[in-house]
RNA sequence: CGGGGCGUGGCGCAGUCUGGUUAGCGCGCGUGUUUUGGGUACACGAGGCCGCCGGUUCGAAUCCGGCCGCCCCGACCA
């Protein structure tokens, strides 16, 4: 993008409503604007980074063998006093009628919904099992919204639900989410902890939620250093296979992990103080198994190979995508503003020409641009230098190619790392590999 | 939902208590000069039914009533 012809709004003044670091540099970077409590516009860059992290929560559903489709936002009423969950649900759920006076809602989850799909068009065990997601906006009528896109009304959620014939199948299917869970957070730069959770009104008897580690994290967390020890996206664990996934849990669930609420400190005292780690956390992400609690009121059954009825086992696993963005900011930023981690950044670099009008800068910004294409944002803009810096620090490219007239009299740029601040001045080439391998 | 607060050019605010010139300031925006590697400086300029409706008054941003919106603390939550 040409920054001269972007909808780009930054801010140098924070605006009022905002408390939080992310949500402060979300509105400062141009990356949202409010248009209601709890509910946000994306504006281009912002838009790119919730893009960005859609595609790897995505590419790691899949990888787990997770189907992809679409449900829609509103809903019917009817499927939620099937379940029982219609009242229940409470004032959380935004009700709405439409024409004809018929109850609607705008979806704050899918089980009865999936669960509806599938008591329609799967009858037999050997359709199972199977995973299903989508990517979707939900709205949960938060009493109050705040934080930002952390704890807004409306928001993007990744959700999925498995369907197995039986309780040894569930397990084996939850295992499989959790791992892809593990898989795509570390991708996106993050470091995430399983730890045991309330199940809330989403209900079930097994439950974890997914906390990463950020300064400003709403809670206090204490887990065990071997989290640390893991690369979960080798191929230490294949996660079609169950024994896999079993040695995999057990990894998950020996080690020490709890948030303030659950804190044990008599078994944390037992642990080797080398390996104790404490930090704060968002929760991002949380996985359920829930049974036939919603196969059996919903009734849905499929033929078992002895000719029976078996009510499904379910689970259900939430990754909360525009909650990311902002816990990503929480986890990585400085005085100055965002640091993108490379896989998710809006842009993988800033083209910042210093001195538009210059014959030998023009040309090799226009030359760097047309090479990096969308992967680059061109600061073309007719602004001081120190702008321009302020900006793309805020903005957290993670590089920035800075062409100013001395340099460019002889065809070299100087390459800034957003992470670390390095610096070094290489020619254009050498720019275009150090970004393009990284 | 209980408690508190705020709504004044795009953003951040002053003015409101103690009604009364043309409603100010900083940033941003436009033009010009300047500057030219870390939010430069100067000049000129554009931009506001002071959240909305009603009332009191000779006169309302300012007082009174109602409504709407937003924020903060608490309880609740992906």
Redesign the pocket.
Known sequence: MRLSRSLLP??????????IVSHRLML?AGLVR?T????YAWLPAGYRVLDNIARIVRAEQDAAGAQELLMPTIQSADLWRESGRYDGYGK?MLRIQDRHERELLYGPTNEEMITDLFRQSVHSYRALPQIVYHIQWKF?D??????G?????E?L?KDAYSFDIDHEGAVVSYRRMMLAYMRTFQRLGLRAIPMAA?T???GGDLSH?FIILAPTG?SQVFYDAAFEDIDYTSGDFDIRSPDDLARFYAQMTTPYAATDEKHDPERWAKIDPARRREGRGI????IFYFGTKYSRPLNFTVTGAGGQKIHPEMGSY?I?V??LVAAVIEASHDA??IIWPDAIAPFRAAILN??PGDAACDALSETLYARLGNDALYDDRE?????K??????LGHPW?I???????ASGRV?L?RRADGA?EEVSLEAALAKILGA
Not at 36 to 39: D, F, K
Not at 142 to 147: I, K, L, S, W, Y
Not at 383 to 387: C, L, P, Y
């Open positions: 930054t801010l140098k003044e924070t605006p009022a409503e905002a408390q400062r409010q209601a409590s709890g509910i959380e949960r938060e009493v109050r919204p705040r934080f896109v952390m704890r807004g009304r928001f959620m309330d809330g009104p989403i939620e709403e929760e991002v992400g949380h939430g909360g525009s909650r100055a503003g210093l001195k602004e001081r230098a120190g702008v810096f302020a900006d793309a620090d805020l920035q800075i062409i100013g007239p001395r340099g460019a100087e800034k610096r």
